[in-house]
């Protein structure tokens, strides 16, 4: 079983920056991606930024230029560097891995989730 366990919230004045970590450990064959996504209160959760194996990377265009993630393979570690914060970037933010894992049948896809991070900007 895979689990994530993120870290790196907490509250930042607007213009400050924030650094998210997520790490990945359990029993995998491989991890194909990971990413971010946030919710807001009363908002759908979202995706806030993406990277695959290949270090292909995905972003929602609310934080392009502000916003960058990178992933370290090795330690199945995947960071989220928040620079520019605005209060609109206030929500809890999960790290979600997209992991191959080993079962008694074969290998199979399987979704992960963290358990989530609160980011809180002030104006």
């Known amino acids: 079983q895979v689990q994530l366990v993120e870290s790196g919230g907490g509250l930042v004045q607007a213009g400050g920056s924030l650094r998210l970590s997520c790490a990945a450990s359990?029993?995998?064959?491989?991890?194909?991606?990971m990413g971010w996504y946030r919710q807001a209160p009363g908002k759908q959760r979202e995706l806030v930024a993406a990277i695959t194996s290949g270090g292909s990377t995905n972003y929602a265009g609310s934080v392009k230029g502000r916003f960058t993630v990178s992933g370290d393979t090795a330690k199945n570690t995947v960071y989220l560097q928040m620079n520019s914060l605005k209060p609109e970037d206030t929500a809890v933010y999960y790290c979600k891995a997209d992991a191959v894992v080993g079962t008694v049948t074969g290998l199979r896809s399987s979704e992960v989730w963290g358990q989530g991070t609160l980011v809180t900007v002030s104006s």
């Open positions: 359990g029993s995998m064959f491989s991890i194909n991606s």
